[in-house]
């Protein structure tokens, strides 16, 4: 009985050797093939996929130092801006207030000299007061000390006597 389960077994083992070359070669014929392309296919599938990440990856980086020149750039302008703005600003200021001092000056002026024709009309006016006044009067002090004939006498040797005291 060892023998027929030895040759059992032998045959067995021939059978499944038999077919395990079969199994592999059917394998390798119809589906190995495939699977080894599709196992091709993927594997290129990711080699694309990592680059097509490294590529975006590197476009990202570039995208960001892009964003970053540009806000750098952004900023420097708004600086300037601002820098110009303030210039103007101070610019506007300082020529208003020099536009301010020379009318005030120039309506001082005008002021002075409105003031001084003021005054010099007013004495104008004082001085032809003060002579209509002072006529008025000697006129009518003359009046009285002419009036009687005693005191024109008297006068008119004052008179004389002042003019030859001179």
Do not use: C, Y
Not at 76 to 87: T, V
Not at 135 to 141: N, V
């Amino acid at each position: 009985m060892d023998k027929l389960i030895h040759q059992f077994e032998l045959g067995l083992f021939f059978w499944q050797v038999l077919l395990f070359v079969g199994l592999i070669f059917l394998l390798k014929k119809f589906a190995w093939k495939p699977i080894l392309d599709a196992v091709n296919d993927r594997e290129e599938g990711i080699k694309n996929a990592l680059l097509s990440a490294e590529n975006a990856r590197k476009e990202m980086q570039n995208l960001q130092a892009d964003n970053q020149r540009i806000l750098q750039e952004a900023r420097m302008e708004r600086d300037n801006m601002l820098k110009d703005a303030r210039e103007i600003k101070e610019k506007m200021i300082a020529d208003s207030k020099t536009e301010a001092q020379a009318q005030g000056l120039q309506m001082i002026e005008q002021a002075k000299a409105a003031i001084e024709s003021e005054k010099n009309a007013a004495m104008a006016e004082l001085k032809l007061q003060v002579s209509t006044l002072s006529l008025s009067i000697a006129e009518k002090l003359l009046k009285d000390e002419l009036s009687n004939k005693e005191a024109q006498t008297k006068l008119v040797e004052k008179m004389l006597g002042d003019v030859k005291l001179n």
